[in-house]
């Protein structure tokens, strides 16, 4: 007989806790649903519409690097992977301006260098000198920079050689710069009337600058032709030359007589590091946090430079970094502004100029870019050695409308150096100084400086400016150059070493601008990246990473971030944030990114359609109109001296849309065409002009962008107008750069 049953007052359970446990259930469930669907709860064709502009890593859920994987999940719900903004792949194949573009002979420098440099000793290089010549003395100064201003030099003298000197002209010299001034004397036997003398083109030329004859008032050859009398007329009274008197007897002659021909320049770069240095070094690669990677960084910049012109020009430079290097390319690459200090300042600070403290030229008492989160700075705090070489010092990233440095910004400093130059008479001699390329002395001087910190970690930053600054035809002398240059980088230091070649911008010369395939080239300039071969091993998923990006749209801001990575290398293990405008390239960049959330203005932004409108439309002189009421309202400040511009002839005019779809929208609207449908999905509220026009009296040609409201019919000048006939222009009557492009100096008025 059984016992009575024991029975579980489970009915409060089941009413109270069961209840809770049942909620705590299903809310589970959900949640697992939402992870295992990546946030796709709903089959709704919104959804799916929706989903469609999602970036795959929000796709594939927090921490998931794969793109593939994403595609594969999201394609379970018949939604297609779409890339909201793709760049133009550009190719040779279909060069429409190559035209633009010729062939030049190799760069031959005139002479040898007079001295070379061996281990900071200064040798005398006698091959270079004449056997006629004999050199008179040297004197030997040091180039230094003014301890608080970017834009002085001063010389110190270190010592004078003369012939007599048992030591000759070998001299140990422990300084960054130095010019060495030399006299010479000729050793020929000069004979016949001393009274004749044969007068060289260059003393007819300073002639006429003694006795301050202007030389435009007659024509060189005239000028030069020491055969026929010359009559000038200077402040209204005629000048003549006397004429010589004849000599009877005997002509007297000299022999043994010794000519004094002049003196000439030579100038020295090396690098010489100092005992301050390595204690800094030392002290922080201590504290070095250990997420660091211990990789030296090497940036090279060209200026105006698109991915077209490079392969078009640097050839064997392309094909070594492609294919020997295995460096990557990246083709969607933007310019996020119009200048050299545009690119490279959000490249390097991770900001732009406008926000950031102001420090143009053109403010009284302007502050210094001292105060600026340069890159440089961060790498000296974990242990660099840092610098900093450009071969243009009147037009420098941060010289040319910013104030500049006030201190030195980095260890080495070449600044001074070429600044140095430009006062000499040796670098009046183009692309040349002292019978050698001047890109192969800014080789040289990086050589030097990875050789003697070849223990130390090392960033560095190179900008080359003179030979295309103007025309990209002459980038051309680089190629052969470079090339060797990375060849002996791979030779010696590329094992560790992460090399980054990056132009600002494309050319901009009128006959490439008014092309389509001219204005997409001047948006996308050059970026490759060659990685160190260890970390291309170590790490191949970031590399697969950097290689999918290659074609979406990247900018400076992202290249800043992807060098910030290496200071503290965790950071490309955490998830994107989307809200961010710069996105390291060792991470996937969202297939939904625009222009916009990149920090690219309309006016630059590649992934634009652009089509070809009438420059007689009503709308296209309203937005001239527009363009140069903005270019005269610049300079309305300073209207006692540049006078006021006009139009003078609309020479092309484009829209920009986004899409096919919107363009259609566009082109009902202006058919003026009352069955237009404008209530379809491609409409859109926002239009772009891009303008492309001459003004009078100054014969400019300028390009700007008007965005136009097609609510409110408003219409807005975007910030960057771009004067297309000259690169840099700065008027005699207005010291400014930004503003010299729009200034016409009137001739009344000053």
């Not at 293990?573 to 960049?589: A, C």
Request: proline fraction near 5%; glycine fraction near 4%; include cysteine.
């Amino acid at each position: 007989m059984s016992g009575p049953r024991l029975r579980f007052p489970y009915k409060w359970c089941r009413s109270k806790l069961g209840s809770a446990f049942f909620i705590l259930l299903c809310m589970g469930a959900v949640v697992l649903v939402i992870n295992y669907f990546e946030g796709f709860v709903t089959l709704s064709h919104k959804h799916r519409e929706t989903a469609k502009h999602l970036p795959y890593e929000m796709a594939q859920g927090a921490g998931a690097q794969d793109p593939a994987k994403a595609s594969h999940k999201l394609s379970k719900w018949g939604v297609k992977m779409v890339q909201v903004c793709k760049p133009p792949t550009l190719s040779l194949a279909k060069d429409t301006i190559h035209g633009a573009y010729k062939k030049l002979k190799p760069l031959k420098c005139k002479g040898q260098p007079l001295f070379s440099l061996d281990h900071q000793t200064i040798k005398l290089n006698n091959a270079a000198l004449n056997k006629s010549n004999k050199i008179q003395n040297c004197v030997y100064q040091s180039i230094k920079r003014e301890v608080t201003n970017d834009d002085s030099f001063y010389l110190v003298n270190i010592t004078t050689r003369t012939s007599n000197d048992k030591a000759g002209y070998h001299i140990k010299v422990p300084h960054e710069f130095v010019k060495i001034t030399c006299s010479f004397t000729n050793r020929k036997k000069i004979s016949g009337d001393i009274n004749h003398k044969v007068r060289s083109r260059r003393h007819i030329l300073a002639d006429a600058v003694i006795q301050n004859i202007p030389l435009n008032f007659y024509s060189k050859r005239k000028l030069l032709s020491s055969n026929k009398k010359a009559e000038v007329k200077t402040s209204g009274k005629p000048v003549h030359r006397k004429k010589k008197k004849k000599t009877t007897g005997k002509k007297k002659k000299h022999t043994k007589k010794s000519a004094l021909l002049g003196s000439t320049d030579q100038f020295i770069a090396q690098v010489v590091p100092t005992n301050e240095i390595f204690n800094r070094v030392i002290k922080y690669v201590k504290e070095r946090p250990p997420t660091a990677l211990n990789v030296n960084i090497l940036i090279i910049g060209i200026d105006s430079l698109s991915q077209l012109a490079f392969q078009r020009k640097l050839p064997k430079t392309y094909k070594y970094i492609t294919n020997d290097l295995k460096g990557v390319v990246m083709s969607g690459y933007s310019v996020v502004g119009e200048t050299t200090t545009s690119a490279f300042l959000p490249l390097l600070t991770g900001q732009s100029e406008s926000e950031m403290p102001d420090v143009k030229r053109s403010h009284q008492d302007p502050e210094h870019i001292d105060k600026y989160p340069f890159l440089w700075y961060k790498y000296e705090n974990h242990g660099y050695v840092t610098m900093l070489a450009e071969d243009e010092p009147h037009i420098g990233m941060f010289n040319t409308e910013l104030t500049g440095f006030r201190d030195e910004p980095t260890d080495h400093y070449m600044r001074p150096f070429w600044q140095a130059v430009s006062k000499s008479d040796a670098g009046n001699e183009k692309h040349c100084l002292n019978g050698r390329p001047r890109h192969q002395i800014i080789f040289d001087y990086v050589k030097d400086f990875l050789r003697h910190y070849r223990n130390v970690s090392k960033f560095s930053v190179v900008h080359l400016q003179e030979l295309s600054k103007e025309d990209s035809n002459q980038i051309q002398y680089l190629d052969q150059d470079l090339e060797k240059f990375l060849m002996h980088l791979d030779d010696t230091y590329m094992r560790n070493t992460l090399l980054v070649i990056v132009s600002d911008h494309g050319g901009r010369s009128s006959k490439i601008s008014l092309k389509t395939l001219g204005k997409m080239e001047e948006r996308l300039p050059f970026l490759s990246f060659v990685f160190p071969r260890k970390l291309q091993q170590k790490y191949p998923r970031l590399m697969l990473n950097l290689k999918n990006n290659v074609h979406r749209l990247t900018t400076p801001f992202d290249v800043h971030e992807t060098l910030s990575d290496f200071l503290d290398f965790s950071r490309t293990k955490k998830p994107i944030v989307f809200s961010e405008r710069g996105i390291s390239l060792l991470k996937p960049i969202p297939l939904n990114r625009t222009c916009e959330s990149a920090g690219v203005s309309t006016h630059w932004c590649p992934c634009l359609v652009w089509k070809p409108v009438s420059v007689k439309d009503s709308w296209v002189a309203l937005a001239a109109n527009k363009i140069l009421a903005a270019i005269n309202g610049a300079t309305l400040k300073y209207s006692d001296k540049c006078e006021r511009l006009s139009i003078k002839n609309v020479v092309e005019a484009r829209i920009m849309v986004p899409n096919e779809k919107a363009y259609k929208y566009v082109e009902a609207m202006l058919s003026d065409d009352d069955n237009a449908d404008f209530t379809g999905t491609s409409r859109i509220d926002f239009m772009h002009y891009l303008i492309t026009m001459t003004t009078s009296p100054n014969n400019a040609k300028y390009e700007a962008t008007v965005m136009m409201n097609l609510e409110e019919q408003t219409m807005t000048v975007m910030p960057d107008i771009i004067r297309l006939d000259k690169t840099l222009f700065i008027p005699v009557c207005l010291k400014s750069l930004s503003l010299g492009k729009f200034c016409h100096c009137s001739v009344t008025k000053n």
